[in-house]
């Protein structure tokens, strides 16, 4: 089980990335998957997580993505997807993939990574002002 994150990059102020994890049909289907990132200096924050295709697939946002960010799941092609928008300095960092499934009783996944236990290599996003 694995997952592979890409997508990452240099972009300016207000700019557009979309970041892809690439995740088996057994991921998705049985965790739930979160996006994650860990600025220079700082602890690493949840971003966004969707849950697992067989409860339905409901999605979480951090307030201070709301509106910006969004995350989707395309099973055809077995990938997960952050796309983000309006980008500022403070989303700079290198954003991780992550997959879990301790949290799948609840109704909504959840943005804590000790529920986590599957990780990607994480890819760098850099937003220069």
Same mark, same amino acid.
């Given at each position: 089980?694995?997952l ?15 970041l ?10 049985? !965790? ?18 969707? #849950? ?13 993505? #709301?509106g910006?960010f ?17 980008? #500022? ?6 954003y !991780?993939?992550a ?6 009783? +609840? ?8 529920? !986590?236990? +599957? ?11």
């Amino acid at each position: 089980l694995q997952l592979v994150e890409s997508g990452g990059g240099l972009v300016h102020v207000g700019g557009s990335l979309r970041l892809s994890c690439a995740a088996s049909i057994f991921v998705l289907d049985n !965790y739930s998957i979160a996006w994650f990132r860990q600025a220079p200096g700082k602890e690493r924050e949840g971003v966004s997580c969707i #849950k697992n295709m067989s409860s339905g697939g409901t999605m979480n946002y951090v307030d201070f993505v #709301k509106g910006r960010f969004t995350i989707s799941r395309d099973l055809d092609k077995e990938v997960v997807y952050l796309e983000m928008n309006d980008l #500022k300095p403070e989303d700079t960092g290198i954003y !991780y993939c992550a997959g879990g499934r301790r949290g799948l009783h +609840l109704d909504r996944c959840q943005l804590s990574g000790s529920d !986590y236990d +599957l990780w990607g290599q994480g890819t760098q996003v850099t937003v220069s002002s």
